[in-house]
């Protein structure tokens, strides 16, 4: 018998602002200025609070942290799509929407100074922790999309973000495979910035796009350009929506940069050229979003010099603030091992606060 074509497939590509900020009004989300302007001050605060915190890890004065810069429109223009009640699953790099969800600005802070406290957000319980370990979260987003079903939670969602390295884990494909069946509403959201530490895109995936892997799972799978917040919120809004509707999950591909470090303790001047960074900042989506408000007259010089002193004070204060703890618990870590603390765990924390004593001494 002769071969016969059993299917056919096809891809989208969504931009709806361009480089420069220029606007296809056919595809313009219906959002109103208050709605945009809140938006950007989202996307404005995180790049700052991204900076200075940037600048505090040099200075000896934070721990390691991953950095967001370049990154703002996939992260504040995915959030700003979901409901209170929707599950916000993240990695590592999702500072703006952490924020959106009422996270403290100190809270980032605490945790890369080393306390897990600092991943709690006392505002949504249904914002989980930051998650380091690349692609175990997908299956938590799975899960909590079928808790809010098996509750009765009709409207309720998930948005998970992850990068393009973890589309290599089995996490990934597993999380998929149990969404798709169960017609579960999560959007799954990747970052492709290019990079997986020092791994490029080319070197993770043979595939022509990643989105194009919701096709092997019988999902929407769309790709759309993740410096363009306006096309990030329109894409995921229309995902949150079908899957409310029943029609199951999707999987976004948001082709993005990370314009800085993987993380302070890496350097990419050992894997990549400057000529490539450089080209992505002509596509900073910032910028391209502040021209876009300009144009619509839903924003003005004014207004930018009021939010950038009102946010740079907000920051310093944060900062001052956090300097100023003194409460820190340096054996916490203990407290959290086992329910009932043994003998043994007991004997671990006095030698620790010991050598910690010692440390001290010695300064």
């Known amino acids: 018998m002769p071969l016969k074509t059993i299917g056919k497939f096809s891809l989208s590509y969504l931009q709806v602002l361009d480089d420069k900020g220029k606007l296809d009004e056919n595809l313009e989300p219906k959002l109103s200025n208050t709605e945009l302007n809140k938006l950007y001050r989202a996307m404005y605060l995180a790049r700052q609070l991204d900076s200075r915190m940037l600048k505090l890890q040099r200075q ?147 595939s022509e796009s990643i989105a194009q892997k919701a096709i092997s799972y019988g999902i929407d799978g769309i790709q759309i350009d993740g410096n363009d917040v306006l096309a990030v919120y329109k894409a995921t809004k229309d995902a949150l929506d079908r899957g409310r509707a029943g029609e199951g999950p999707t999987l976004i591909e948001a082709v993005t940069y990370r314009m800085g470090v993987h993380t302070t303790a890496d350097d990419p001047t050992r894997y990549r050229k400057n000529a490539e960074v450089e080209e992505w900042s002509k596509k900073d989506p910032i910028k391209r979003f502040e021209n876009y408000l300009i144009e619509k007259k839903a924003w003005s010089a004014r207004k930018q010099k009021t939010m950038e002193d009102e946010i740079k004070a907000e920051i310093e204060q944060t900062v001052k603030d956090f300097e100023n703890m003194t409460d820190f618990k340096p054996d916490s870590p203990f407290d959290y091992l086992f329910e009932t603390e043994t003998d043994d765990i007991k004997a671990l924390r006095a030698e620790f606060l010991n050598e910690i004593g010692k440390d001290a001494d010695n300064a």
């Open 60 to 206: 000896g004065r934070l721990g390691t942290i991953p950095v967001c810069t370049g990154q703002e429109a996939c992260v504040c223009g995915a959030t700003f799509a979901l409901r209170d009640s929707d599950w916000f699953v993240g990695s590592y790099r999702e500072l703006g929407g952490r924020l959106m969800r009422g996270e403290p600005l100190i809270n980032p802070m605490i945790y890369y100074n080393g306390y897990e406290e600092g991943s709690f957000n006392p505002v949504n319980d249904r914002t989980l922790p930051i998650n380091i370990i690349l692609g175990s979260q997908l299956p938590h987003a799975v899960g909590a999309a079928y808790g809010s079903r098996l509750k009765g939670e009709k409207e309720n969602a998930s948005l998970v973000f992850f990068g393009d390295g973890s589309t290599s884990e089995g996490d990934f494909h597993e999380a998929i495979n149990f969404a798709a069946v169960w017609k579960l509403p999560v959007v799954f959201f990747c970052q492709n910035n290019q990079w997986a530490i020092s791994t490029p895109r080319a070197n993770q995936t043979h």
